[in-house]
């Protein structure tokens, strides 16, 4: 048994007696408010700690590298097939602790990389380039959140939460430190945005679709999508 089944099995069965571990599973899976908010408000705090024009453009370059993630791991999962959702598998013989339907994943039967990590980590990123400390508190925070939870509930293998890390990472850090860009906002800030009224309505704007983990985007690019299938 290879060391990625092994940690997947120990930790869903620690959930599967229902008690504590099973309850808090099911808890961080579900309640968007617990996960979430810890990590926005430390979001929020280091996107408004500062008001210069180079930190508002990493902050901004930052929330560029979140999304590109994402899309990117939804992608993966979508067409890279690299495994099967753990609970999906039968040969693993996993107890369906939660009682998922068969139809409860949709289209969503391929786990790696995991979206919900890739954002958390993408999230903890752009905290920890700005604030080493509180991004250090983000990062295991979603290590022990939702690694935790979707491990031990069968949704993803341990690989597809430390994937989406690396991911994660290494796009908003290189997203980050694009200097031409980085330039560029800079001068947009200076001509457009001297009282940083434009700045804050971002980091808003990007902090409620983080909390929804982007479904209304998501919304919008099916209708398009749709509508231009229709039109063809």
């Known amino acids: 048994m290879n060391f990625d089944l092994q940690i997947l099995k120990f930790l869903n069965g620690l959930a599967n007696d229902k008690g504590f571990c099973y309850s808090l599973a099911t808890t961080l899976v579900s309640n968007a ?3 979430s908010t810890p990590l926005l408000a430390c979001l929020a705090l280091v996107s408004l700690s500062q008001t210069s024009p180079l930190h508002k453009s990493k902050i901004v370059l930052g929330y560029a590298g ?3 993630s994402v899309v990117i791991s939804v992608y993966c999962q979508g067409h890279l097939f690299v495994h099967i959702r753990p609970i999906l598998d039968h040969s693993l013989n996993l107890p369906n602790i939660v009682d998922w ?5 949709g289209q969503r039967q391929y786990s790696w990389p995991s979206d919900t990590a890739t954002l958390f980590f993408a999230i903890s990123s752009v905290v920890f380039i700005q604030n080493r400390g509180l991004g250090v508190l983000c990062l295991i925070w979603t290590l022990l959140t939702v690694g935790f939870s979707r491990i031990s509930l069968g949704l993803h293998y341990p690989s597809d939460i430390l994937s ?3 991911l994660a ?5 290189a997203f980050t430190h694009l200097k031409a860009a980085q330039d560029h906002i800079q001068r947009l800030m200076l001509k457009y945005d001297a009282k940083s009224g434009l700045f804050h309505m971002v980091v808003v704007l990007f902090c409620a679709e983080a909390y929804s983990r982007f479904s209304n985007l998501q919304a919008i690019y099916d209708a398009v999508i749709h509508l231009g299938n229709g039109a063809v």
């Open 33 to 35: 408010l617990l996960l």
């Open 66 to 68: 979140v999304l590109v």
């Open 101 to 105: 339907p068969p139809n409860a994943f």
């Open 164 to 166: 989406g890390l690396v």
């Open 169 to 173: 990472f290494i796009l908003v850090y």
